[in-house]
């Protein structure tokens, strides 16, 4: 359990369920929304609580441009703090979550995922959230390098670099199955080219 120096103003618990969970029954958007509350109101006993939501969401997309987390930005403000019961419900990654996070803190509005014991307000929060900050710049930097080095490699051996025919290629017909006349990209489905 985290404690914490800080009181809320309101609490915003987020939860998002994406497409494979709601397909597998995986992960349910209830209990994590009933999760979050319980852990709100014993917290932070008195403090009102708003529960959005997004199920059958990719955590690729921006907050914002979903249907529960955008109401939920566009609720929030400052004195605020946006509660999640476990930070990748968010966003996939910790790079997004981040930029995501420190965005809310210019924005005086505070946040909290219980499944990262650490109060942010202090200044051992403080440390951790800088030491997380670093991390998540890394793991942007390497996926960068590697996306560079798939697509000069990709580039060397006269592959496509995108949906986009070869240098040198055009597309002569984009099909939905395999047959002897059809070359197959990994990652591109199966397009046939014309020298």
């Given amino acids: ?4 120096t800080l009181i809320p103003n309101r609490l915003l618990v987020y939860a998002r369920q994406s497409v494979t969970e ?10 994590h929304i009933e999760t979050g509350t319980a852990a709100g109101k014993e917290k932070f006993p008195g403090v009102p609580i708003f529960a959005f939501s997004d199920p059958d969401t990719s955590g690729d997309s921006d907050i914002k441009s979903r249907e529960g987390g955008g109401a939920m930005m566009r609720f929030a403000e400052p004195g605020d703090c946006i509660l999640l019961v476990k930070h990748d419900r968010i966003f996939r990654s910790m790079y997004k979550f981040i930029m995501a996070a420190n965005e809310w803190k210019q924005q005086g509005i505070a946040f ?3 499944n990262i014991p650490y109060d942010y307000s202090t200044p051992e929060g ?17 996926a960068i390098e590697r996306t560079k080095d798939a697509m000069r490699y990709r580039r060397r051996h006269g592959l496509p670099c995108n949906r986009n025919a070869p240098v040198g290629h055009k597309v002569v017909a984009q099909k939905a199955r395999c047959d002897s006349r059809t070359i197959r990209w990994p990652g591109f489905g199966v397009t046939a080219f014309l020298k």
């Fill in 1 to 4: 359990m985290v404690t914490t």
């Fill in 22 to 31: 709601k397909k597998t029954g995986s992960h349910s958007i209830d209990s």
């Fill in 112 to 114: 909290m995922a219980l």
């Fill in 126 to 142: 403080e440390l951790i959230w800088h030491m997380m900050m670093s991390i998540a710049q890394i793991e942007r930097q390497q």
